[in-house]
């Protein structure tokens, strides 16, 4: 009989490789894709190609008698489905009701109108040709500032103004911190509009079974309990009858922490067409119709002595939305407010965001959410600052930063910073860096003409969403552990992770915690009819919060197993460790195995004692958590050609805790290269009509491997005292930190030449521009 | 049309559309699951296959120009249960994070230490250049086929 060894070793902060990735190496994992139902229908959606129109009419005739064509739905049909939920809440907050498929307007170029249902995916793409619109172009207008212009086109008829919503944010006071101020630099940074590119683009299978009365939807998806909960209700249908599965999920990045239209729409054509139905998103479509991320134009202001202390800070940021609201479209920029101070321990900000509607697909949450865009801003303007009173860039950080005996700290915006100590990761990045040499060796190029910069920032970000007064859906996740009769471990996390290792890294959690072998350890998620309600995977929160789950869950169990252990050993003087109950007194011991088994026995139970191991723990966070770190960035750029090249990346990221450096690394390398994206290549461009003119990956530049620099990551260890666990989060640091290092870098490459600003993407052509124009 | 091919090892005869693409072959009529479709415009590569010993996207071809060919997908790549050096690498070195990319990007790997046992950190690079990976940021995946180019050499 196999036995479960007791192995003393533990398992959290290895470096051991992931217990997801057989399937995934050997291409057997199954994503929406890959899932085949007999009798399954083939569904594709016919999209607006104008930002903004009326439909006069819709003929749907050739395509319904297109052979194997066997349904038609357009928006007619649909309309008391939904609506399409955003699940943000700001005073005053102007909704528009986003039908899943359009009735007679359409609102940015994708926008669904209508859907052909097949027998085979080629013959829905044959039908959807056929399908004839009677269009009424109006115009349109794509970008935030000329939608806030008198006379622009209105996205939304009722609302001329275009405006969503006003917020407004102070803290301290902000009038009395600039009238005391020596210098009040001030700068307009743009924070692009990013498509977040998961490689898995979404996907729906919907199967609905009438007998039984259930709905069984497979999405690709981040948040499973929550699309559950969205999706019964734009069906009408109760929400026990639905069953939504994430089974592997190709990436996210945020864009799929939402609820669209299409899972809606497919579980109204399977319940329409008793079949099961499959739509996969086309890249195109993933690029027109799937959120985008940022989309800031930023106005800041920030109020200094002469000696480098920040006095107050002023942000106006001006929020492209897009069309509508997906789930939590407006709450985005206030994240970006909060985070505001970044590290520096300013108390007097003032911030006002403008929601505003464009005739563009949605923005919503992509990797950091706010949080890249105000680490964006503050790291540029201290840079800005710097270069204003000829200060070293690492020095005016270092006057600034909230010290290490000022922890908890209250910020003005608000929050309460854990624990840091802001001035450990960036010494040692410079160390790593050995900052004096670089900046003699930069002095020596610059005298040979040669453009080297050196750029850092010092970011901070607010992670583990969170506590639930603070989170729209919830801030809490929940676990459960369940020991079978012969020993075997299930741990069922809410958190829904896709790419993240939690399979790995709670196992690791839990082999520590009982003290049996990983191998004995199974990870379930994703599917809301095996495991218990929870919020899902965003927000660098699975393992800080998902993860303090399972090990509360975990504590529960242990005390039962040294109950039921204590009682079959016939002692109250009991310990557990190892994997085993031990008499004190005798030295005699039980196994987990025994223990399990003799629990499910149920034989000569105490009173009120509850047979079989397993225990259920939802985890409410008292705080969000706050990693931090310093990214350095050497680069040398082209005079002749305006190339970027990156020498260094050194990232030094403080994620409290590490449960497995192998998995962190990875996080923080993948962060890097979106926030490289951002800084270097990536932009969605709309033109003036609203077409989406980077529409193909030929067109947005993600990078590739030949782009990405090798990245120098180290740590510094600072545990949280916000979970058990000490652990922070690490998925969006990358993203968070890098994006303002580049920028500042090549900033300072080019300011010999009077350089003072740049936004991204600072593409070949923007830069050898500027050159060109210093020159003449 | 009336197609063979034989794909990982076997044989399989069907009659296909002409317009058929060789991945949603593979997918749909053959019933594999490797080979993934991440674009369709044969930019993200998570779609490579071998196809008689080259490594091509097979969204951008059609089943019929298969027809005879010998095609290995990511599910050929193991023998008797024993991984493939590329995916034992992929697999120690974390080279894989959602997994999507990660058939192609393993096909497009072992292409590479093909055509030169060896590998240069610039000259891995420029042969993935054909395969997005939108997780990673590469550095896993270039040391995997570091790793696994080392593995062969023992």
């Given amino acids: 009989m196999a036995t479960t060894i007791t192995k003393p070793e533990t398992l959290v902060g290895k470096r051991i490789r992931r217990r997801e990735d057989p399937r995934l190496i050997t291409g057997t994992a199954t994503y929406v894709d890959d899932i085949k139902m007999p009798g399954m229908h083939y569904a594709t959606i016919v999209r607006s190609p104008h930002a903004a129109a009326r439909i006069r009419s819709i003929n749907t005739k050739k395509a319904a008698a297109h052979k194997g064509v066997i349904a038609v739905f357009t928006g007619k049909d649909t309309q008391k489905v939904g609506p399409v939920p955003c699940g943000a809440s700001l005073p005053g907050l102007r909704v528009p009701h986003h039908h899943i498929l359009a009735m007679d307007r359409v609102y940015f170029a994708g926008h669904p109108v209508a859907v052909v249902v097949a027998t085979d995916r080629y013959v829905a793409a044959d039908a959807a040709d056929l399908i004839e619109v009677d269009w009424d172009v109006l115009p349109a207008v794509a970008d935030p500032e000329k939608a806030l212009a008198k006379g622009a086109p209105a996205v939304h ?16 006071n902000v009038e009395k911190a600039f009238s005391e101020a020596d210098v009040v630099v ?105 959120i985008h991320g940022r989309g800031h134009v930023d106005h ?50 003032r911030a006002d965001i403008v929601g505003v509607f464009t005739n563009c697909v949605p923005t919503d ?98 992670c583990a969403f969170g506590p639930s007064p603070a989170t729209p859906a919830g801030g809490w996740e929940s676990a459960t552990v369940k020991i079978d009769p012969t020993g075997k471990v299930t741990v069922m996390t809410g958190a829904s992770p896709h790419g993240q290792g939690e399979e790995t890294t709670f196992a690791q959690i839990a082999a520590d915690e009982l003290g049996v072998n990983i191998d004995d350890i199974l990870v379930l998620h994703g599917d809301t009819a095996v495991v218990q309600y929870g919020i899902g995977t965003f927000g660098s929160r699975s393992t800080a919060v998902g993860g303090t789950a399972v090990y509360f869950a975990l504590q529960d169990l242990k005390a039962k197993i040294k109950k039921f252990g204590a009682m079959l050993l016939g002692s109250d003087d009991v310990s557990f460790s190892g994997g085993q109950v031990i008499c004190n ?50 680069t040398d750029v082209d005079r002749d050609t305006g190339a970027v090249a990156v020498r260094r990346y050194v990232a030094v990221d403080d994620c409290g805790n590490i449960l497995n450096p192998l998995i962190v690394d990875g996080q923080i390398h993948g962060g890097v290269a979106q926030g490289l994206g951002q800084a270097l290549w990536e932009q969605a461009v709309y033109d003036d009509n609203g077409q989406l003119v980077t529409g193909e990956l030929m067109d947005y530049a993600v990078p590739k491997a030949h782009m990405m620099p090798r990245i120098e990551s180290d740590h510094t260890t600072t545990p949280t005292s916000v979970n058990p666990l000490g652990v922070k989060g690490v998925g969006e640091a990358g993203t968070i930190g890098c994006s303002p290092a580049v920028v500042n870098s090549v900033v300072d490459a080019l300011a010999p030449l009077g350089v003072k600003h740049l936004d991204m993407p600072m593409t070949p052509e923007t830069i050898w521009k500027l050159i060109a124009r210093s020159k003449s | 049309m009336n197609i063979t091919t034989h794909i990982n090892g076997k044989s399989y005869s069907h009659d296909v559309e002409p317009r058929l693409l060789l991945i949603h072959y593979l997918r749909e009529v053959v019933g594999l699951t490797g080979p993934h479709i991440g674009c369709e415009t044969s930019l993200c590569g ?19 120009q298969a027809d005879g060919a010998n095609v290995v997908t990511i599910e050929g790549l193991a023998s008797n249960g024993k991984l493939h050096a590329m995916q034992e690498a992929f697999w120690n070195e974390h080279g894989a994070q959602c997994g999507f990319c990660t058939p192609g990007m393993i096909m497009a790997s072992k292409q590479i230490i093909d055509r030169n046992p060896n590998p240069t950190e610039e000259e891995i690079r420029h042969g993935l250049e054909g395969n997005i990976c939108r997780c990673t940021g590469y550095q896993h995946i270039v040391n995997a086929v570091k790793a696994a180019a080392k593995a062969a050499g023992v």
């Fill in chain 1, 157 to 172: 008829p009722e609302w001329p103004d275009n405006v969503a919503f006003n917020y407004h944010q102070e803290g301290g």
């Fill in chain 1, 186 to 290: 001030k700068q307009r940074i743009t924070s692009q509009r990013l498509i977040p590119t998961a490689m898995e683009t979404r996907g729906v299978v919907a199967d609905w079974r009438p007998a039984d009365r259930q709905l069984n939807l497979y999405s690709s998806t981040q948040i499973p309990h929550l699309m559950r909960t969205l999706v019964a209700q734009m069906l009408g249908l109760e929400e026990n009858r639905l069953r939504v599965v994430a089974p592997e999920v190709g990436g996210g990045f945020g864009s799929k922490l939402n609820v669209y239209a299409e899972e809606a729409l497919m579980g109204f054509v399977a319940m329409k067409i008793q079949q099961p139905v499959k739509w996969i998103e086309s890249r195109r479509e993933n690029f027109l119709c799937t």
């Fill in chain 1, 300 to 349: 800041y202001e920030v109020a200094a002595k002469r000696d480098g202390t920040i006095l107050g800070i002023k942000l106006h940021i001006i929020q492209d939305l897009g069309a509508y609201h997906q789930l939590l479209t407006p709450a985005i920029p206030t994240l970006s407010v909060l985070m505001m101070p970044g590290l520096y321990k300013t108390q007097n900000v």
């Fill in chain 1, 365 to 462: 949450a992509y990797r950091g959410a706010g949080r890249p865009e105000a680490t964006h801003g503050i790291e540029r303007m201290v840079d800005v600052l710097a270069a204003e009173l000829k200060m070293d860039p690492a020095e005016i950080r270092l006057k600034n930063f909230v010290t290490k005996e000022q922890f908890p700290f209250p910020t003005a915006t608000g929050l309460t910073y854990d624990s840091g100590d802001y001035a450990a990761p960036l010494k040692k990045a410079l160390d790593i860096v050995d900052y004096q040499n670089l900046r003699n060796e930069q002095a020596q190029a610059r005298k040979q003409g040669k453009l080297m910069g050196i750029g850092m920032s010092t970011y901070g970000e607010i």
């Fill in chain 1, 585 to 634: 007194k005798t030295g005699k011991s039980k196994s987990i195995q025994e223990i399990a088994a003799a629990s499910y026995r149920a034989m000569k139970l105490p009173p009120n004692t509850e047979p079989g191991l397993i225990s259920t723990h939802f985890w409410e966070p008292p705080n969000f958590t706050f990693p931090f770190g310093a990214h350095i960035v050497v």
């Fill in chain 2, 46 to 64: 998570a779609c490579t296959v071998e196809l008689n010993g080259k490594a091509v996207k097979s969204c951008t071809m059609f089943a019929v």
